[in-house]
Each structure stands twice: as structure tokens, then as C-alpha cells.
């Protein structure tokens, strides 16, 4: 085993061009998530920053606003939607609950602005391709999954292209929590259908393993099967306070994931092959130091490499296409396949058989 090359952790190997005016984000949705990791990602990077954000809460909106480094607008939904201080952002964050993601998606496309929607990219298949067709051709979007720009994930992703462990036989995934000690009230989106979609472990936790295995083999799933249970008061309109769900891919290789609401936090991936495995654990909670493993032929090593901030590294990676006209990974279109995936896993589940996902137009 090739040690010295093992180590190569390529810091941005995305990136081509450093010199070019930040990006000004329109941050919509000022939930925890927005305003503890991704205003502060902004605020630390040289390439993008927040100057307007947007929330149903006027309140709200102006608070978060007086809190950051630059926004200097904050807008209620409506007003965003009618296309006040349009002049004042290039790109849009939009991190509401799923079920809402398309509309401000639509508006930003209809303002010329690039969109940056977190994953899942919405609650449905058919708001997803709605989404993919209203930006396609007219502003960038891309999906913000976090770990495509991490660079244990990027290296494990060579090491398995470059044929380090053979070839891919096996992938296992999981990602659990325990979302009512995070948040104590259960009436909150997640474990709401009508704003999260079918479910609640795999569609925000499950869409974890199950892409970042997408990412790291090149490769996209065909069929799955799942089983999934609630018990817990809380999880009573939600069939999966804990599901599993197994995958195949079009390359030929098998995927078994698990996904919790209710369980203590753990995550893991590990890539199996026909030569030595490939593992990331924990891999999946950005505040968690990644630990990184390759074991061939019986010799296992265990890397030490520099850990990154994710949110500032995609913020960057998305700054820095948009700037330079670069493609995206993940697009629109790589976020639909997870949309059709997850709700095939939800159908498995319910109807206990094997379900084919559909084929992207």
C-alpha cells in the first residue's frame, strides 16, 4: 500500500480561480441551520457573503439581520416573492422545509438569481422535476449536499475510481439521532408529511448514505427495498422512526443503509471490494472530526488529514462555479434521482416488495 499516496487529501481540487468578486447570498429560511452554519460560513469565507435575509417572521428576519457581518436587507417571503432588493443578492439559499423549497426557486429563477436548495431538493418527485425544469437552461441550481465537497469523501471517491479496493461489491450506510432531544417539540416540520414528504429518518438522514454512495461509486440506483417502523407517539403520522433500506446500482453494486430519528447519533459509510474496503465513520455530522481507513490485502491504514468546515467548502464550490461558469455537482438533475429514490424506499416499505426507481428523463 501506497502510503505517501494514500495521504494526498486534494484540498479543492475544484478549484481553478481564486480572484473574483464574492457571491451575495439572499439566505431564506432562518431556521438553526441557516443561522449557525450557514450565515457563519459566509461570514468566513472570501468568496461569498450573506446581504439579505428572508423569513416568514419579519421580527425574525431583522433580528438575524442586525446579528450578521452584511446583511443589510431583511425581507418577509412576501416580499422576496415580489421581487423587492433584487439588486442586492446573486444567489439564493434556500433551507425552508422541503415541501417549500420550489416556490422560492421559481421566484429565483424568475429574478435571474443562481439557487442553492438544500437536499432533499424537495418533498416530492414531481415538485423536484418541476424545480429541475424551471432553472434549467435559465440559472444555475444545485443541490447542497455537503459532503461532495468534503475531502475525505472526494478522496475516498479517486481511491475507488482509481481501482484501490478492486471493484465495488458492498456499501454500508447509516445515519441516526435523536430528533426529539434536538428538538423537544414534536409539532416541527420534519415529522410533518405535508413539509417533509413521505417521512422523516429517510428522507433527511437516510438520503445521507444512500448519496453519498452515489458520489463515491460514480453510479446511480435501480432498485431498492426497505422495511420501516414507528412506534413512538411523536413519529405517529411518519412511517419511519427507523427504517433500513437495501439499494442496487446500475454499476452492479449492493447497498444496505439504515436511518433513525430516535436512536443515539452515529453514522458510517464503508465502500466494500473485491481488493480491500474504504470507511468513513463517523462521516456523516459535520461537527465531527471524519475519520478516514483503507484496507488492502489485510493492511489497514488509518489516515490523519486536515478537517474542513463543509459548509464553508460548498459555499465556496458553489461561489466559485457560479463565477467561473462551471457545472455543478450535484445539479438539479442528480438531485431528482435521490427524490424518486427516496420515495421508491417509502413505497417499498409499505408494500413490502422491491420497487424499480424510475429512470430520469
Known amino acids: ?8 487529501f486534494a484540498r479543492r481540487d475544484w478549484e481553478t480561480e481564486t480572484d473574483h468578486d464574492p457571491v451575495r447570498f439572499a439566505m431564506i429560511g432562518l431556521g438553526w441551520w441557516t443561522r449557525e452554519e450557514a450565515i457563519p460560513a459566509t461570514e468566513e469565507s472570501d468568496r461569498c457573503e450573506t446581504t439579505v435575509v428572508v423569513s416568514g417572521d419579519r421580527d425574525k428576519a431583522e433580528d438575524v439581520a442586525e446579528a450578521s457581518a452584511n446583511a443589510d436587507v431583511a425581507l418577509t417571503y412576501d416580499e422576496f416573492h415580489d421581487g423587492e432588493a433584487t439588486d442586492e443578492y446573486d444567489a439564493v439559499y434556500v433551507a425552508t422545509p422541503n415541501a417549500k423549497h420550489l416556490e422560492f426557486a421559481e421566484s ?6 443562481a439557487v442553492l436548495c438544500e437536499k432533499p431538493m424537495e418533498a416530492t418527485p414531481e415538485r423536484a422535476r418541476q424545480m429541475v425544469e424551471r432553472c434549467e437552461g435559465e440559472v444555475p441550481l444545485m443541490v447542497a449536499y455537503r459532503m461532495h465537497t468534503e475531502p475525505v469523501v472526494r478522496r475516498a471517491r479517486e481511491l475507488v475510481a482509481d481501482g484501490a479496493i478492486g471493484d465495488p461489491v458492498l456499501v454500508h450506510g447509516s445515519m441516526s439521532q435523536d430528533l426529539l432531544e434536538i428538538f423537544s417539540n414534536p409539532d416541527q416540520w420534519r415529522l410533518d408529511p405535508d413539509l417533509s414528504g413521505p417521512g422523516a429518518s429517510v428522507m433527511d438522514l437516510g438520503i445521507y448514505p444512500l448519496n453519498t454512495a452515489r458520489f463515491v461509486l460514480g453510479a446511480d440506483p435501480v432498485e431498492v427495498s426497505a422495511f420501516a417502523r414507528s412506534e413512538g407517539e411523536a413519529f405517529s403520522d411518519v412511517p419511519d422512526e427507523a427504517a433500513t433500506f437495501e439499494v442496487r446500482f446500475d454499476d452492479g453494486t449492493l447497498a444496505a443503509c439504515s436511518a433513525s430519528q430516535h436512536a443515539v447519533r452515529s453514522s458510517h459509510l464503508r465502500v466494500v471490494g473485491t481488493e480491500g474496503e474504504v ?4 462521516a456523516f455530522f459535520d461537527r465531527q472530526d471524519r475519520q478516514f481507513a483503507l484496507e488492502v490485502d489485510g493492511t489497514r491504514a488509518n489516515v490523519d488529514y486536515e478537517q474542513v468546515d463543509q459548509m464553508l467548502e460548498e459555499f465556496d464550490y458553489f461561489a466559485h462555479q457560479v463565477r467561473t461558469g462551471g457545472d455543478f455537482h450535484a445539479d438539479g438533475r442528480h438531485g431528482l434521482v435521490d427524490i424518486e429514490a427516496l420515495h421508491a424506499i417509502y413505497e417499498s416499505a409499505e408494500s413490502g416488495s422491491a420497487v424499480t426507481v424510475l429512470a430520469e428523463d
Open 108 to 113: 429565483a429563477a424568475e429574478f435571474g438569481k
Open 279 to 282: 470507511s468513513i465513520e463517523p
Open 1 to 8: 500500500m501506497d502510503l505517501n499516496a494514500l495521504s494526498e
